[in-house]
């Protein structure tokens, strides 16, 4: 199968940055199709798959029929069989958006029964698409030079000079880093470790941070619980709105981000830092609010019981992946919560 070309109608985009094609009768066996587009007619050629498998990989090598949304991808390596690091660069950016909508109202319809309006928003008036990540991990070749991986392969692929880097953009490496981050109200910098996470879009911090407030509305006195909570970025915010009177437990596993968050939140009486698993948070007494920022797989069961538990009149679930987070929305949902509000902004 692998190397076999055919015409073919492409469907809707999928999760993963992938359009749905069929090739074959009676509804064809699907094939995942990257660089194409939606309503195209293109060749793919199957990158992926056996005569057993349920769905094929495969790359649109030709555009028969473009859609009027395609344009020539900036990058040089990011066609088929270039780098894999970028999905939509054959694609408009306001059609890029739309896409990313679709993909977040189909999980949320598909896996938590929700149908709701998405728009995907841009993080900032000035975003481009391009020059945006702060933070750039590149391979090397097998004669030292500089690249990226190609899709689902541990083959690098040459590249002099990522477009999605910003000039001052940052590798790995040992140390520290200092983030500052300014909200319309308060501002507070952030120690933390270089190789540890941060959001690579720079307004990503203070968009988050802001959304989140807007959506819980913390009120002096208030007890909160910030689940994976990192270096603190959420919780000194938090802190700001409870004041002296209310409570911010910020619970994070990894222990270098948790001494990072208590170095952060040094001086702010009402956060308290536990380093522990988020399955092991303890609470003493009621929660008012909670913020949930777990990792790509989300939160997953047993976490989401446990909040639903305390019984909080809200929780803020910041999500990096939509079939993670409508999974877990559909949880909730078991337990008696709706979701009243949702924003999607376009960081990766």
Not at 29 to 47: K, N, W, Y
Not at 108 to 133: F, H, M, N
Not at 322 to 330: E, T, W, Y
């Amino acid at each position: 199968m692998v190397g076999e070309r055919f015409a073919v109608d492409v469907g809707p985009i999928a999760h993963g940055g992938s359009c749905v094609a069929r090739v074959g009768e009676a509804g064809g066996r699907v094939v995942f199709t990257r660089h194409a587009l939606p309503g195209e007619r293109v060749l793919v050629e199957i990158t992926e798959g056996t005569e057993g498998d349920r769905f094929w990989r495969g790359d649109a090598v030709e555009v028969l029929v473009p859609s009027s949304d395609r344009v020539s991808p900036p990058c040089p390596v990011a066609g088929p069989g270039g780098c894999g690091g970028c999905d939509f660069q054959h694609v408009s950016l306001p059609a890029q958006r739309r896409l990313k909508a679709e993909v977040v109202s189909e999980q949320l319809r598909r896996l938590a029964g929700l149908d709701v309006p998405v728009e995907v928003e841009a993080a900032s008036p000035e975003d481009t698409g391009l020059r945006w990540r702060t933070r750039v991990r590149y391979a090397a070749t097998p004669d030292g030079r500089r690249g990226m991986r190609r899709y689902r392969s541990h083959e690098v692929i040459p590249v002099e000079e990522c477009l999605l880097a910003r000039h001052d953009a940052r590798g790995p490496g040992p140390g520290e880093v200092i983030e500052r981050v300014a909200t319309a109200t308060n501002e507070h910098e952030f120690t933390v470790a270089a190789d540890g996470f941060w959001q690579v879009h720079p307004a990503a911090p203070a968009l988050l941070v802001e959304t989140v407030l807007d959506q819980l509305r913390p009120r002096a006195g208030e007890r909160v619980v910030d689940l994976y909570a990192g270096v603190g970025l959420f919780s000194a915010f938090l802190a700001d709105r409870v004041g002296e009177e209310g409570t911010v437990l910020a619970v994070e596993g990894d222990r270098t981000a948790a001494g990072h968050a208590a170095a952060n939140l040094v001086g702010r009486p009402a956060c308290r830092v536990v380093c522990a698993p988020a399955s092991r948070a303890e609470v003493d007494g009621p929660v008012d609010l909670v913020v949930l920022d777990p990792p790509r797989d989300g939160a997953r069961r047993p976490i989401v019981e446990m909040i639903c538990s305390w019984r909080p009149r809200a929780t803020s679930y910041v999500a990096c992946d939509p079939a993670a987070l409508a999974r877990d929305l559909g949880i909730f949902a078991e337990h008696g919560y709706r979701l009243t509000a949702l924003r999607a902004f376009d960081l990766f």
